[in-house]
């Protein structure tokens, strides 16, 4: 399927920027769209302004060779974006095609659902929507199903938000052709109006309209909040640390890759076991606060489409890392204040085997099983002791300055998980299948 | 596809046991056929003796719902394999099917590839047969290929061997009838040789022909030989452990089950550390014993066809436990020797993290990637300090009664192991794909 992507628009109230290469949390919106869209399309169609050298550019630095494309120029943007699709329709054939703007932002859920349906693509439960800016559709059921009946921006009674998004085929340039033969200025609700294409429904997922800057903000603090991949995520995680995180990659996620925040939140995690022998309840403090860290490098991969299974993995042995040299240096710590004895090795030696292995279980898991172990056996996800509630409770025995109670704890409750999980996906291993 | 067993044989050779029934490495030969070709087979076809009500029963017992199958009934069993043949041919249609011998064992390789082709399969390098018992083949290329010229059992010119395992269609019934028309007994190879069917190779794959006890006892060697699953193998289980625990393996994989095997190795690990604290020289011999049964699991999992994920999950977590509980028990020992201080509590610590994570790197890659490291990453290979080589060591300083130095090279070796691990993983992580 050929894909048309309409980027002529002037960005008036943006102050004349070209929209489609704005940054919107550590992405151009053009590279976002190419990159969501890349899996189910075979050429990408830009439309651009005949002056506008900076796409062109842009496109040949950084995607030749990577996707198949074709840029047509538009001599009279200012004839609306009905016109502009007009201009697309010598390169498109008479196949399928979607058609979606330059300025739009989708989120990957969103474009999964989209590209399997057909017509205009409607939102009808709008989440993230100022619904005043946006173009409305009014829904006509026929024996054919939903079709469009009307749509424009002052609609007063509608049934749906147009999206921006389109599967459509010929009959789209035909209609264009003809409404463009009686007027100067096309805009796509007049083809789209006269064409009454089916309308599909993708409703509640993400997807923005780039108008101001405001827009653009609003965007990023939308993607990086739905970045939060919750599975595997426990309490303090989910209560606490996820509300900080969040807040920090916002302002982070332009300037920073992923791999540089897994680094930090490593760094940071390294210093706090350093603290320990100068200041526990301060090498606590400083723990939990690089356990908040720990979430940025995933939020930020995930929003700016920068995830990879490499940047997974290294996160995941420096977290190890992180756990053992603080179980360490506690351990030390307590030597130092000669309160260590045969007992103490035990439980030092515990909890650094239950640290470890908590993760271990459900890691061999995901290898073994090629599925993630809370989706599986979702009894899992109410057993404590994932490391963002270790690290927690470490944090308050360190500003309690209880460095023995702390091991005793740790190896008690990283271990109760281990062996419970144990039980649980030994119980349920008939329901697993091979 | 139908498969098409012919299970009609007296077993003339065997006492007269029903060779289909007869189990060989842990599995009755009838559910290795039915195991490995289930996969690709919407219904079987037993043709089995009038008066054999025990293939019957045992299908019904142990098949039922879980396959699709037929019984034929074969009232004149002696007039031979290719009159057996033709009494399927009222339920097998006009597609291809695949025929096969209910006394012939093969690998899940020889399946794997077999399946995909047509006609006679031909092994043109036999690796594990008795050429002299077997049928062979004298091939003849033609316009088509390669085509069956002659077959027997006495042929003195031959291009390859009869594997039992074709891939034919309706064609091959005509030639039974018209050859059952002409003689009383018919074999297969009086059908194949007038058929003159195509000639697909397989070669040096398992494929063995049950006809006498003998042939049973070499089965059961080879099927537990090849089940070496060798990637992550290292170096003292390639040229030690696997040479003794295949050994073991071959005695008991008719009486045990895999997770059975895993338990005995569970517990003769545990049974080591404990062991520490009176002899630690014997202690660490146990320890190397429990390291050579580690692989039994496996072995006998994968001869009789009863490899699990959930098998191998808890495998790898117990592994886990037996080293945690050695380096503990060692570490103790060390104390009870007053030889413990501050370096001796980073040397433990340092000796047990690691020792998890050689196997959690390797762990959360396969999580993350879903591809082995030790496959995408050949160097990998080459790092020392996989568990096997490990408790080698760790078995001679226990000999050699050195605990702190057990600890210190175990320490090191595998952290060293971890690093390289991550530096080889970070420099190959272009080439290892999203």
């Given at each position: 399927?050929?894909?048309?992507?309409?980027?002529s628009?002037?960005?008036?109230?943006?102050?004349?920027?070209?929209?489609?290469?704005?940054?919107?949390?550590?992405?151009?919106?053009?590279?976002?769209?190419?990159?969501?869209?890349?899996?189910?399309?075979?050429?990408?169609?830009f439309?651009?302004?005949?002056?506008c050298?900076?796409?062109?550019?842009?496109?040949?630095?950084?995607?030749?060779?990577?996707?198949?494309?074709?840029?047509?120029?538009?001599?009279?943007?200012?004839?609306?974006?009905?016109?502009?699709?007009?201009?697309?329709?010598e390169?498109?054939?008479?196949?399928?095609?979607?058609?979606?703007?330059?300025?739009?932002?989708?989120?990957?859920?969103?474009?999964?659902?989209?590209?399997?349906?057909?017509?205009?693509?409607?939102?009808?439960?709008?989440?993230?929507?100022?619904?005043?800016?946006?173009?409305?559709?009014?829904?006509e059921?026929?024996?054919?199903?939903?079709?469009?009946?009307?749509i424009g921006?002052?609609?007063?009674?509608?049934?749906?938000?147009?999206?921006?998004?389109f599967?459509?085929?010929?009959?789209?340039?035909?209609?264009?052709?003809r409404?463009?033969?009686?007027?100067?200025?096309?805009?796509?609700?007049?083809?789209?109006?006269?064409?009454?294409?089916?309308?599909?429904?993708?409703?509640?997922?993400?997807?923005?309209?780039?108008?101001?800057?405001?827009?653009?903000?609003?965007?990023?603090?939308?993607?990086?909040?739905?970045s939060?991949?919750?599975?595997?995520?426990?309490?303090?995680?989910?209560?606490?640390?996820?509300?900080?995180?969040?807040?920090?990659?916002?302002?982070?996620?332009?300037?920073?890759?992923?791999?540089?925040?897994?680094?930090?939140?490593?760094?940071?995690?390294?210093?706090?076991?350093?603290?320990?022998?100068?200041?526990?309840?301060?090498?606590g403090?400083?723990?939990?606060?690089?356990?908040?860290?720990?979430?940025?490098?995933?939020?930020?991969?995930?929003?700016?489409?920068?995830t990879?299974?490499?940047?997974?993995?290294?996160?995941s042995?420096?977290?190890?890392?992180?756990?053992?040299?603080?179980?360490?240096?506690v351990?030390?710590?307590?030597?130092k204040?000669?309160?260590?004895?045969?007992?103490?090795?035990?439980?030092?030696?515990?909890?650094?085997?239950?640290?470890?292995?908590?993760?271990?279980?459900?890691?061999?898991?995901?290898?073994?099983?090629?599925?993630?172990?809370?989706?599986?056996?979702?009894?899992?996800?109410?057993?404590p002791?994932?490391?963002?509630?270790r690290?927690?409770?470490?944090?308050?025995?360190?500003?309690?300055?209880?460095?023995?109670?702390?091991?005793?704890?740790?190896?008690?409750?990283?271990?109760?998980?281990v062996?419970?999980?144990?039980?649980?996906?030994?119980?349920?291993?008939?329901?697993?299948?091979?």
């Amino acid at each position: 399927m050929k894909a048309v992507i309409l980027a002529s628009g002037q960005g008036s109230r943006m102050g004349y920027k070209l929209k489609p290469m704005l940054k919107v949390a550590g992405r151009k919106i053009i590279d976002r769209t190419i990159i969501l869209l890349k899996p189910y399309v075979n050429e990408f169609v830009f439309v651009i302004r005949k002056d506008c050298r900076e796409i062109e550019e842009y496109l040949e630095r950084h995607w030749k060779g990577l996707i198949k494309y074709k840029i047509v120029k538009n001599p009279e943007p200012e004839r609306g974006n009905g016109y502009t699709l007009l201009l697309a329709s010598e390169v498109v054939g008479k196949d399928e095609f979607i058609l979606t703007m330059g300025d739009h932002i989708y989120s990957k859920n969103f474009v999964e659902k989209a590209v399997k349906l057909k017509g205009l693509i409607g939102d009808f439960n709008p989440k993230y929507i100022d619904v005043s800016e946006a173009t409305k559709v009014r829904v006509e059921i026929g024996k054919t199903g939903k079709r469009v009946k009307d749509i424009g921006k002052k609609l007063k009674t509608f049934d749906c938000l147009d999206t921006g998004f389109f599967i459509l085929d010929n009959k789209a340039f035909e209609v264009a052709r003809r409404v463009a033969e009686r007027k100067k200025i096309v805009e796509l609700s007049d083809v789209i109006r006269e064409l009454k294409p089916e309308v599909s429904e993708v409703s509640g997922e993400l997807w923005i309209d780039i108008d101001t800057p405001d827009d653009l903000k609003v965007a990023r603090k939308l993607l990086v909040r739905l970045s939060i991949k919750s599975i595997g995520d426990g309490y303090i995680s989910r209560h606490l640390n996820r509300k900080i995180s969040t807040k920090i990659s916002e302002y982070l996620v332009d300037y920073i890759t992923p791999n540089q925040a897994t680094m930090i939140a490593f760094f940071v995690g390294l210093l706090s076991s350093l603290l320990v022998f100068f200041n526990l309840p301060a090498a606590g403090i400083l723990y939990q606060f690089s356990s908040i860290l720990d979430g940025i490098d995933g939020e930020i991969a995930r929003a700016s489409l920068r995830t990879s299974k490499f940047g997974e993995w290294v996160d995941s042995i420096l977290d190890r890392y992180v756990d053992f040299f603080f179980l360490l240096s506690v351990s030390l710590y307590l030597i130092k204040q000669n309160m260590f004895l045969t007992a103490e090795l035990i439980i030092a030696m515990f909890a650094l085997f239950g640290s470890i292995m908590v993760s271990y279980s459900t890691e061999k898991f995901k290898a073994s099983y090629s599925r993630s172990a809370y989706e599986c056996v979702s009894s899992l996800r109410y057993i404590p002791g994932k490391r963002d509630e270790r690290i927690f409770l470490e944090t308050l025995l360190c500003i309690l300055n209880r460095p023995l109670m702390l091991l005793v704890l740790i190896g008690v409750l990283s271990n109760i998980k281990v062996i419970a999980t144990f039980v649980a996906i030994t119980v349920n291993r008939c329901t697993l299948g091979e």
